[in-house]
């Protein structure tokens, strides 16, 4: 008996360190699939967050930070401000800034240069220093687009290249060119005259038909060659060509001739041709 209790005490001791160690491994396998569903838990609300910030990041193209960011430079000329503003303001594509001179060559700076990528011009016969003008035409070397409205046909007279970067010269006193003597541009308030769309399929006048406007008309101005044009006139009064398309140093520029007061600024056509010439700048077209 004595044995047999001997021996039943070595079969339990046996049995129980055999046990043992599948029990303590069954906890450690236990403890490993644990962790495993953790980090697989923890991998997957990283790849939710993730696709979250993507999505996020993708939404400027909905919301404001998609937008194109504009340049408005005003000085020079008087102007009816509370209804020239609402253009921008009323513009869905767009946020803006807007900047009087003499304030606004400061903008044209490179460190400025990331907050807007299109130049909006509605100034007038301004003086403009060496510094001032490689600045601008750095940043249209750069890819922003170049907008010229109205009397900005005449923002900076006295600077050739100017000419050749919106394409047109207008004359704001008899001039000598090339031996050529150009007399002084002239300009007539409250015209009422029919605007044509020159080019129907441009990105600018697409979904435009021929429009009746009450607006200033200019005449006796040069435009360049190279113009595209996108507006004419059969007004005798007027420039034959009021808006037209260009580059410049692989810059996009276009000009409207067209944006004197209210009537012009309210006038859906001119909403419309404003608003997809920036679309058309900003390489949005």
């Not at 129980?16 to 644990?34: C, D, F, G, I, N």
């Not at 919301?63 to 000085?75: E, F, H, M, N, Y």
């Not at 021929?210 to 044009?229: I, M, R, S, T």
Request: contains cysteine.
């Amino acid at each position: 008996m004595a044995q047999a209790a001997r021996n039943a005490k070595r079969n339990f001791e046996t049995k129980l360190t055999r046990e043992m160690p599948l029990k303590q491994q069954s906890v450690h396998v236990t403890k490993r699939a644990m962790q495993s569903i953790c980090v697989f838990f923890a991998a997957l609300i990283v790849q939710v967050f993730l696709v979250s910030f993507r999505a996020a990041a993708a939404e400027p193209a909905q919301g404001p930070q998609g937008k194109i960011r504009v340049l408005l430079v005003t000085g020079g000329h008087a102007f009816e401000k509370e209804p020239f503003f609402k253009l921008f303001k009323d513009n869905p594509d767009i946020t803006y800034q807007a900047v009087e001179h003499p304030n606004a060559h400061a903008m044209f700076k490179a460190e400025a240069a990331s907050q807007y990528n299109v130049i909006v011009m509605y100034d007038f016969n301004q003086k403009i220093t060496e510094e001032a003008k490689a600045d601008f035409v750095a940043r249209l070397k750069e890819g922003k687009g170049l907008v010229v409205l109205h009397h900005a046909i005449a923002a900076y007279p006295e600077w050739p290249e100017y000419w050749n970067i919106i394409g047109a010269h207008y004359y704001l006193a008899a001039t000598n060119i090339n031996g050529v003597e150009k007399p002084r541009s002239t300009w007539r308030e409250g015209m009422h005259f029919r605007i044509h769309i020159a080019d129907p399929n441009h990105p600018v006048t697409l979904g435009l038909t021929d429009y009746d406007a009450h607006d200033e008309v200019y005449n006796g101005f040069d435009v360049a060659k190279e113009c595209h044009p996108l507006l004419t006139t059969d007004e005798p009064k007027s420039n034959k060509v009021i808006a037209w398309a260009k580059t410049y140093k692989g810059t996009r520029v276009v000009y409207i001739q067209s944006g004197h007061d209210h009537f012009g600024y309210e006038n859906p056509n001119y909403q419309q041709i404003l608003r997809q010439a920036i679309r058309w700048t900003a390489r949005r077209d």
